[in-house]
């Protein structure tokens, strides 16, 4: 025999307690579910067309030549050749004005700047440890 505050094992085995919240009798346990926000697609700035943007055709092409340079020349160019680019991408993250080009403006000018800069720096230093070849 159990008290009313004790733990009542019983026939389910679960460890039911007579303290435990119930439902009401023709009640669903479980609970409606909740309405999903529907997501309203982003407003629309640019003109009727596409929009030529420079940005992402100039980093495209900055990133093929560094691939056209590696495979040609040597794999320590076409590394220079990247480390460049992405050295130049951080300077104009720097000072072109708000909100910057397309293709590197992604977080805040600052965290722009220093990962391009510091992906600039770390891929010229693995270029020079590169044996050569």
Avoid: K
């Avoid at 040597?74 to 072109?96: E, F, K, N, P, Q």
């Amino acid at each position: 025999m159990t008290t009313p505050h004790q733990v009542d094992p019983g026939a389910t085995g679960r460890g039911t307690s007579d303290l435990a919240p119930t439902s009401a009798p023709g009640a669903d346990a479980t609970p409606a579910p909740r309405p999903v926000p529907a997501l309203s697609p982003a407003p629309v700035t640019a003109p009727a067309g596409r929009r030529f943007r420079l940005s992402l055709w100039l980093v495209g092409a900055g990133i093929v030549a560094s691939v056209v340079v590696g495979l040609a020349v040597s794999t320590r160019a076409g590394s220079d050749v990247l480390a460049g680019v992405l050295a130049v991408g951080a300077v104009l993250r720097a000072v072109l004005p708000a909100p910057g080009p397309e293709a590197l403006a992604v977080r805040s000018r600052w965290v722009d700047v220093a990962a391009l800069g510091g992906l600039a720096a770390a891929v010229a230093v693995l270029a020079q440890v590169l044996p050569p070849g």
